[in-house]
C-alpha cells in the first residue's frame, strides 16, 4: 500500500514540475516575435498622435463639405487611439488579458476603418473613404497573421501571465 501513494506521488510530483511556467507567475521576457507587436504599439502609439495633430493643424483648409466627415474620422481615430494606449499598457505590463485586448484592438481597427470607409463613400468623402480602405486592408492583413499567433503561441501564454 506504502509503495501505491509512493507512486502517486511521484505522479503528483513529476506533474508539478511539468506544469508550464504561467502557473507560477513568473512572466517570461517580451522577445521572440513578440518584439513585433511591441514595436507595432510604439510606432503605432506615436504615428497615432502625430496624425491626430497634423489632422487638427489642416481641418481648418478642408472645404466645408469635408468638416462633418472629418469630424467624424477624427472622433473614431481618438476612440482608437485611446483604445491603442490602453492596450499598450496591458501588453507592457504582461497583464493575463493582454493578448485578448491586442486581438479586440486588431478587430475594432478593422471594424471602425470598414464602417468609416462606407460612411466616406456614402458622404462621397473620396480622399478620406481612401484613408479609411488603406487602414481597413492593412490592419486586417496584420490581424491574419497576429491573431493566430496570440491565440496559439506558447510564448504568448508564458508571457503574458500578471493579475
Same mark, same amino acid.
Given at each position: 500500500?506504502?509503495?501505491d501513494?509512493?507512486?502517486?506521488? #511521484?505522479? &503528483? *510530483?513529476?506533474?508539478?514540475?511539468?506544469?508550464?511556467? &504561467? *502557473? !507560477?507567475? !513568473?512572466?517570461?521576457?517580451?522577445? @521572440?516575435?513578440?518584439?513585433?507587436?511591441?514595436?507595432?504599439?510604439?510606432v503605432? @502609439?506615436?504615428?497615432?498622435l502625430?496624425?491626430?495633430?497634423?489632422?487638427?493643424?489642416?481641418?481648418? #483648409?478642408?472645404?466645408?463639405? $469635408?468638416? +462633418?466627415?472629418?469630424?467624424?474620422?477624427?472622433?473614431?481615430?481618438? +476612440?482608437? *487611439? @485611446?483604445?491603442?494606449?490602453y492596450?499598450a499598457?496591458?501588453?507592457?505590463?504582461?497583464?493575463?488579458?493582454?493578448?485578448?485586448?491586442?486581438?479586440?484592438?486588431?478587430?475594432?481597427?478593422?471594424?471602425?476603418?470598414?464602417?468609416?470607409?462606407?460612411?466616406?463613400i456614402?458622404? &462621397?468623402? @473620396?480622399?478620406?473613404? =481612401?484613408?479609411?480602405? !488603406?487602414?481597413?486592408?492593412?490592419g486586417?492583413? +496584420?490581424?491574419?497573421?497576429?491573431?493566430p $499567433?496570440?491565440? =496559439?503561441s506558447?510564448?504568448?501564454?508564458?508571457?503574458?501571465?500578471?493579475?
Amino acid at each position: 500500500m506504502s509503495e501505491d501513494i509512493n507512486r502517486l506521488l #511521484e505522479i &503528483d *510530483s513529476a506533474a508539478a514540475t511539468s506544469a508550464p511556467e &504561467d *502557473s !507560477t507567475g !513568473t512572466p517570461e521576457k517580451i522577445g @521572440g516575435w513578440l518584439i513585433l507587436p511591441a514595436f507595432g504599439l510604439i510606432v503605432g @502609439g506615436i504615428l497615432s498622435l502625430v496624425g491626430i495633430v497634423v489632422s487638427l493643424d489642416v481641418a481648418s #483648409e478642408l472645404p466645408g463639405r $469635408y468638416q +462633418g466627415i472629418f469630424a467624424l474620422n477624427l472622433l473614431f481615430d481618438v +476612440g482608437l *487611439s @485611446g483604445f491603442l494606449v490602453y492596450a499598450a499598457i496591458r501588453f507592457f505590463g504582461k497583464r493575463r488579458n493582454a493578448p485578448a485586448t491586442m486581438i479586440a484592438l486588431m478587430v475594432a481597427g478593422v471594424l471602425v476603418n470598414g464602417l468609416l470607409l462606407l460612411i466616406n463613400i456614402g458622404a &462621397d468623402a @473620396g480622399p478620406f473613404a =481612401v484613408e479609411s480602405g !488603406t487602414a481597413m486592408v492593412r490592419g486586417a492583413i +496584420g490581424a491574419a497573421i497576429w491573431i493566430p $499567433y496570440f491565440l =496559439v503561441s506558447k510564448r504568448v501564454k508564458r508571457t503574458f501571465v500578471v493579475r
